[in-house]
């Protein structure tokens, strides 16, 4: 269990807080220009740190409107949200996905893959 709590100057805090037995992995995801991720859900939720080059994600709800996150951007998902990766950038994409995942036996797979929620929706 972790029970964090952290405040700074100006009103700033970061607080994580976990009950039960829960389990922690980080992936370093590298994608060649046009790779695809597919559309996929996540057991747990995930942050998720840009390093390099550029991630359009794709949500289902809006799946023809993407949002690219470069360099230094932080983004999460989270077990419900169905989303698409792509990199349609140039140059190879690197980010570090760290999960907050439910310790189970055998362990759970990071990712899960979903169907295209529709027919306009990008591959």
Known sequence: ???LKTEFADDVEVE?????PIEFATQRIE???GA???WHTHP???INVMLQGTLTLYHDEK?????AYGPG??????????HLARNEGTETLVLFATYFLPK???PLPLRLDAPSPGPNCPL
């Open 31 to 33: 994608a060649l220009p």
């Open 36 to 38: 695809t991720f597919g």
């Open 104 to 106: 189970k036996t055998p």
């Open 73 to 82: 951007k932080v983004f999460t998902t989270s077990p419900k949200d169905v």
């Open 16 to 20: 994580i807080e976990t009950e039960g």
């Open 1 to 3: 269990e972790l029970n």
């Open 63 to 67: 799946c023809t409107k993407g949002i």
């Open 44 to 46: 747990g939720e995930n």
